[in-house]
């Protein structure tokens, strides 16, 4: 029994004379290269293309952040700025200089001390910032205990879909599959 029974009795196409069932057509011109190229491969491409680009994005951003979060440790052990703030002021003008982000990529960094103790993101209680120390020696020994405790960086990163730079991956995969096709 030949694929395509239900189309028996249709007439010859006047477009391609030599052809006598509509499934001669199909089965010509849709072959099993059209389907694996042009329909399959691209989102199959497309899905780890974004997996291994997050995975690279999250392991290199998490690298970077722990070089930079604490550029010059001087003021923090002379009581000019708290910690928690010099590694708010670092990474956030760390997270403004990357160009991914404006297009789809999401990062949640956050920075803990092995106690648990929450330094980015900052999250600023009213008894905390009442109680907050104006004495440079009682910021600096806080910053050398924290310091001390040991930090914890951890990155999460997700490339969105439906953003501009996944649309172009996308994009990319399915112009190559009609180009190699055509």
């Given amino acids: 029994m030949r694929p395509g029974n239900c189309l028996k009795g249709f007439k010859p196409l006047a477009r391609f004379p030599g052809i006598r069932h509509l499934e001669d057509v199909v089965l010509k011109y849709f ?5 694996i190229l042009c329909i399959l491969l691209p989102p199959v491409l497309y899905i780890f293309s974004v997996q291994s680009i997050e995975r690279h994005l999250k392991h290199r951003y998490a690298n970077e952040i722990e070089d930079f979060y604490l550029e010059d440790t001087r003021p923090l052990f002379e009581g000019s700025i708290r910690l928690k703030d010099a590694i708010n002021n670092n990474i956030n003008r760390y997270l403004q200089s990357k160009a991914l982000i404006a297009l789809g990529v ?7 001390s092995k106690q648990n103790t929450i330094l980015y993101p900052a999250v600023v209680d009213a ?4 109680l907050l120390p104006n004495d440079a020696m009682q910021i ?7 310091m001390n405790e040991g ?6 990163l997700v490339l969105e879909h439906n953003t501009l730079l996944t649309n172009a991956i996308l994009g990319f995969y399915i112009f190559a599959s009609i ?4």
């Fill in 31 to 35: 072959s099993l290269r059209i389907l």
């Fill in 106 to 112: 999401k990062v949640a960094i956050t920075v803990t």
């Fill in 127 to 130: 008894k905390e910032a009442s």
């Fill in 140 to 146: 600096a020994s806080d910053n050398y205990k924290l």
């Fill in 151 to 156: 930090l914890v960086v951890n990155v999460d």
């Fill in 179 to 182: 180009l190699n096709e055509g």
